[in-house]
């Protein structure tokens, strides 16, 4: 079974500019959640979308967005880049039942760099 | 809320050395927690998990008990090897949402 794939892997973008991250979730998972990583702040909830539907919502500004399709894939936009954006996204897919009992699994991450 | 506090690293020890992460924990009720790890320029694996008070959650020798009395999760390794240097996260659920409250992890390197 292929596991949770992210692309692209790198990212060079500039300050102002937008960018789009996609991810694919493992086969039959219906939640993607989101996560942002970086050393000062750690590990950072943004956002999870089960059935295409927006389910959960981590404190970051509206710059930050996401979609979940039909197909289960997910992607994240940021708008307006700014220098702190620069982390390493992290998407997860789990089940996604009514109770949190299906483990998260993650991709490999993008890596963002602001310039 | 729920919320993690994890022993800061960075942690250095040697091969066959034995290991303990600390982890407590802050949360309603009694959720799930979970041990996650990290290899360098990968995502986040589950390592092992407990769903209730005095489970012992165990994976490639690792292990944690959950402790409800002292609210911890401790993470402990008898003989660690090279190939367990890693970053470790604990986390837990937030009560009635699909998400996970992480620690701040603890970078492991083991030497040989």
Redesign the interface.
């Known amino acids: 079974k292929a596991g949770?794939t992210?692309t692209p892997r790198y990212l060079i973008k500039t300050r102002g500019q937008q960018v789009t991250l996609s991810c694919s979730p493992i086969s039959g998972h219906r939640?993607v959640?989101w996560y942002q990583q970086t050393p000062g702040q750690?590990?950072q909830?943004l956002f999870?979308y089960?059935s295409e539907t927006q389910?959960?919502k981590?404190n970051f500004p509206g710059r930050f967005s996401g979609r979940q399709f039909s197909n289960s894939r997910s992607e994240m936009n940021v708008s307006t880049l700014e220098l702190g954006d620069s982390a390493l996204y992290?998407c997860?897919s789990?089940l996604?039942g009514p109770a949190?009992?299906s483990?998260?699994?993650?991709?490999?991450?993008t890596r963002l760099t602001v310039t | 809320g729920n919320s993690v506090t994890q022993m800061e690293g960075p942690v250095t020890l040697s091969e066959e050395a034995f290991l303990t992460i600390n982890c407590t924990y802050t949360a309603t009720g009694y959720p799930s927690l979970f041990w996650y790890v990290q290899y360098p320029g990968e995502g986040l694996q589950l390592l092992l998990k407990a769903t209730k008070a005095d489970d012992k959650g165990s994976n490639k020798g690792f292990e944690a008990t959950y402790r409800k009395e002292t609210t911890s999760f401790h993470l402990e390794k008898g003989s660690v090897q090279v190939s367990d240097s890693a970053v470790y996260f604990c986390a837990l659920p937030i009560q009635g949402a699909q998400k996970l409250v992480f620690g701040q992890g603890t970078r492991l390197t083991i030497n040989p």
Not at chain 1, 103 to 109: A, R
């Open positions: 949770v992210q939640s959640s750690g590990l909830f999870e089960f389910r959960n981590g992290l997860a789990s996604g949190f009992n483990p998260l699994h993650f991709g490999n991450g």
